[in-house]
């Protein structure tokens, strides 16, 4: 499959500009034969953590309608992150678009800090099939979680997707973690990230893609850009059964040990 990964600098708050680079990107992609094309978090609207989010999440909807029909026209899926307001609850979702189907979608489960303060946390995790590929999403903070990429490798996905909003600051945890959760699942990671500011945030960049041997295939350092690279099912397969390169962690688990992982750890002695 051919992949397209979306970098974008200096993001506005603002649906309707949000929505005009997502139409021409998902051109862009379909002329160079992309299938899918992965956008950063909270791409539509731009990534703003204040109160006018609302604002912008009650527009969200239409602006998705008009991916979806861009999606049926183009043959080209696509992950794309939004604001989602349902029932007067704010979170920070990702909309999966594929052609000819309803859209799936996730809301980040792991929220990052501020956040905290503005959306509400989903409650369960995202696998599924795009573009011919076994697929799991998870969100920015979410990828520095090895459970998250974990249950969603042991549930199939031999393709992680993240869409993400990162700080500048926390670039060494972003580079580290992307080709971990690759390599110790043995599948590809996509990471699309903001790059310049919001102007409370200075974005790490460095949207990606690593291979199941943790190599990283392509980078977009800290400029605008359409990242396209291929992923071979192939690779996957052969990192799952170790690979002489790799590490067959997958068959090698010994899940009665784990079970600290989903325990309340005891409280502390005083």
């Known amino acids: 499959m051919r992949i397209g990964i979306v970098q974008i600098v200096n993001a506005e708050p603002d649906m309707t500009a949000s929505l005009r680079t997502g139409l021409t990107r998902l051109q862009d992609a379909k002329d160079a034969g992309v299938e899918l094309v992965v956008f950063p978090e909270?791409?539509?609207?731009g990534y703003y953590v204040d109160q006018?989010?609302?604002?912008?999440?009650?527009?969200?909807?239409a602006a998705l309608v008009r991916l979806q029909a861009a999606v049926d026209q183009l043959d080209v899926s696509c992950v794309v992150g939004v604001p989602d307001l349902r029932d007067g609850v704010l979170f920070d979702a990702v909309a999966i678009l594929r052609p000819g189907r309803d859209p799936?979608?996730?809301?980040?489960?792991h929220l990052f800090r501020a956040e905290k303060e503005l959306f509400s946390p989903g409650s369960s995790l995202w696998t599924g099939e795009i573009a011919g590929w076994q697929c799991g999403?998870?969100?920015c903070y979410e990828v520095a979680f090895p459970e998250v990429a974990r249950a969603l490798a042991l549930r199939g996905?031999?393709?992680?997707?993240?869409?993400?909003?990162?700080?500048?600051?926390?670039?060494?945890?972003?580079?580290?973690?992307t080709i971990s959760r690759a390599l110790e699942n043995g599948c590809y990671l996509a990471a699309a990230g903001h790059a310049g500011t919001n102007g409370v945030t200075q974005f790490a960049g460095h949207s990606r893609v690593v291979d199941?041997?943790?190599e990283l295939l392509v980078d977009a350092?800290?400029?605008?850009?359409?990242?396209i690279t291929e992923l071979k099912p192939r690779l996957v397969d052969e990192a799952r059964?170790?690979?002489?390169?790799?590490?067959?962690?997958?068959?090698?688990?010994?899940?009665?040990?784990?079970?600290?992982?989903?325990?309340?750890?005891p409280e502390p002695r005083r």
Do not use: N
Not at 42 to 45: D, Y
Not at 52 to 61: E, H, L, N, P, Y
Not at 104 to 109: D, F, H, W
Not at 221 to 227: I, Y
């Open 137 to 139: 999403v998870m969100v």
């Open 241 to 265: 059964a170790g690979r002489a390169d790799t590490h067959a962690c997958l068959a090698d688990r010994r899940p009665e040990l784990y079970g600290a992982l989903t325990e309340q750890p």
């Open 52 to 61: 006018a989010m609302v604002k912008r999440a009650s527009q969200s909807r």
């Open 42 to 45: 909270l791409f539509l609207g």
């Open 157 to 177: 996905a031999r393709l992680l997707i993240v869409p993400a909003a990162f700080g500048r600051e926390r670039l060494r945890i972003w580079q580290i973690a």
């Open 221 to 227: 350092g800290e400029r605008a850009e359409l990242l």
């Open 104 to 109: 799936g979608r996730y809301a980040k489960t």
């Open 212 to 214: 199941p041997a943790g």
